[in-house]
């Protein structure tokens, strides 16, 4: 992670005003987790909103269930196409009027607000953009509020269609008493391309809600759908649930729970890369392949997606029910001991004074939870820019991996020993993972642990699923 990134979730994690215990403890994990490429969920001309990458490694933080997420909907909540669920009550607040700003004669139109209990939902966008917003990353929204703080986006995104600025952003519920805001779309100022971006680099956009819903907005119902995996042998350690549906003009909306058994791991997911699963299918009791594609997961209630919860989009209504579900692998996020840093997997003596390239053979297969790691070597590198510290360049340690079983996608490894060092950043491929120290590196002998692991977890799971009627 470098340090401009650092800088922004610095402001993130603090800009939204958890209580400072947290605040620490969630910049803290972020700081000593490498980051990985991840393929976006929408097509590649949509920007997911930056900071839910941070957010997402550290969810496991936040003891919420989809179990008691679902136990706490006790109100009327509905679906909104284009929003998702929303809570249906008193104090729910919808946008109470046009809303639009204009920049180089370009105007940013709110379509849509919601906000309620869980969550505020904002849709926008631009006219046609006169050179189709080339050179623009317009991934800097913020809700600015009237005593001068900012909510910070939790989910969503945008893109660029048709040259137009199309977006639907999620943000955390607005302060109790709040009936007005502006939206703030704007430029990332750090991207190079920006001084080549010759469209509106950004818009403020007043708005204002009441309780009063508009006539426009219509809501379907979010009935009761339960249904449950089975698997050929065994679970593997998690089982599928569906919880709830909802009928669309187009299809189905099905929201769903994993349930894990295994203690370290915390977070469970489709394998699927922008809008198709690659190990998730769906047909209908005839046989007949269904359309299915990823949707946008149920929120706590504080405005973050609950890290066992799914959603997905039945493309289809004409099919013989029941729908089987299939799925041939998932994605696991396994947190070890965060508190110390991992477990150990390792150890090597590395010396008084350890030296840039400086290496020792490993050699060791370690099982960490049935999946086999083959550590081959350890060696010191040194980082190629002081990321904007001004202190000198730091020091770390990269590990060589070998073949690792079940697809092993990536893992962050920390390593302790004499010295002051302390984890400051890592980077990593498909077989070396590197960790740079601040205060110095780590000597004498040392002890490297596993932090956390993403995984591909193999399996035969099948839910069978009957969808609601329309009037249901």
Not at 424 to 453: M, N, R, W
Request: glycine content about 10%; some cysteine.
């Amino acid at each position: 992670m470098t340090k401009q990134i650092e800088e922004k979730i610095s402001e993130a994690v603090h800009a939204i005003e958890p209580s400072a215990e947290f605040s620490q403890n969630l910049l803290r994990r972020i700081k000593a987790t490498p980051q990985k490429e991840v393929v976006s969920r929408r097509s590649a001309q949509w920007r997911w909103i930056p900071v839910m990458a941070a957010l997402a490694l550290v969810i496991a933080f936040i003891a919420t269930s989809p179990q008691s997420v679902w136990a706490s909907l006790r109100g009327l909540f509905n679906f909104l196409p284009g929003v998702g669920i929303i809570e249906e009550d008193d104090n729910t607040l919808y946008l109470a009027g046009p809303a639009s700003a204009e920049q180089m004669g370009v105007a940013l139109t709110i379509d849509q607000v919601i906000s309620d209990g869980n969550q505020t939902v904002v849709a926008f966008h631009s006219d046609e953009l006169p050179n189709g917003g080339s050179h623009c990353a317009y991934n800097v929204t913020r809700l600015l509020l009237p005593d001068g703080k900012t909510l910070l986006p939790t989910g969503g995104g945008n893109g660029i269609e048709d040259g137009k600025l199309q977006a639907r952003v999620q943000f955390f519920p607005l302060p109790e008493g709040v009936r007005q805001a502006t939206l703030y779309e704007g430029v990332d100022p750090d991207d190079p391309e920006t001084a080549l971006c010759t469209d509106p680099k950004e818009w403020k956009v007043d708005f204002r809600l009441s309780t009063t819903k508009p006539a426009d907005v219509k809501t379907l119902p979010v009935v009761e759908s339960t249904a449950e995996s089975t698997a050929a042998v065994g679970d593997n350690g998690v089982k599928i649930f569906i919880d709830k549906s909802v009928a669309l003009d187009d299809g189905y909306m099905i929201y769903g729970h994993f349930d894990l058994s295994n203690p370290n791991w915390s977070r469970a997911d489709f394998n699927y890369t922008e809008l198709r699963y690659k190990s998730l299918s769906a047909q209908d009791a005839a046989g007949k392949e269904i359309t299915i594609e990823p949707g946008d997961v149920i929120r706590d209630a504080k405005g973050i997606n609950v890290d066992q919860a799914f959603a997905i989009k039945v493309v289809a209504k004409d099919f013989s029910a029941p729908l089987t579900l299939h799925v041939s692998d998932l994605w696991i996020t396994a947190i070890y001991d965060p508190e110390n840093f991992g477990i150990p997997v390792f150890s090597f003596d590395a010396g008084a004074d350890p030296q840039v390239g400086q290496s020792w053979e490993i050699n060791k297969e370690v099982d960490v939870n049935g999946i086999k790691i083959d550590f081959q070597a350890i060696e010191v590198v040194q980082e190629s820019s002081d990321q904007g510290r001004d202190e000198g360049l730091e020091k770390g340690y990269a590990i060589t991996v070998g073949k690792i079983s079940e697809g092993y996608f990536s893992g962050s490894y920390f390593c302790q020993g004499d010295g002051d060092g302390k984890p400051d950043y890592g980077e990593g491929s498909s077989d070396k993972f590197i960790y740079y120290y601040s205060g110095g590196l780590p000597h004498g002998q040392v002890t490297c642990k596993i932090g956390d692991a993403h995984f591909l977890l193999p399996g035969d799971w099948k839910i069978e699923w009957q969808p609601p009627t329309s009037g249901s």
